[in-house]
């Protein structure tokens, strides 16, 4: 998955965090540690990284001060065709 993901400049874990997104609005940062079973600082890293590479916007969550609600921006929607055809592949 790696490899197939590096042709778009990505990882695999962050094909994977495009695909768990794309299927639902307002998921929170705790959302994801929950699904791919990481911890805390080990998802704010991955989330920064894709933040800082234009793939996802981080906002807090005005219900839950502690919570960051994490979206997709355009540029990783954009890339979900190819992220939605290495998930179907692998399942």
Not at 11 to 32: A, Y
Not at 47 to 66: F, I, N, T
């Amino acid at each position: 998955m790696d490899a197939y993901a590096g042709q778009y400049g990505l990882t695999g874990t962050q094909m994977s965090i495009i695909d768990f997104l794309g299927e639902s609005q307002n998921r929170t940062q705790r959302d994801i540690e929950m699904e791919f079973d990481i911890r805390p600082s080990t998802t704010t890293k991955i989330l920064q990284c894709m933040e800082a590479s234009g793939l996802v916007a981080v906002k807090w969550d005005p219900r839950d001060g502690h919570q960051r609600i994490i979206a997709l921006t355009a540029k990783a929607r954009g890339l979900q065709t190819a992220v939605r055809a290495i998930s179907m592949t692998s399942k």
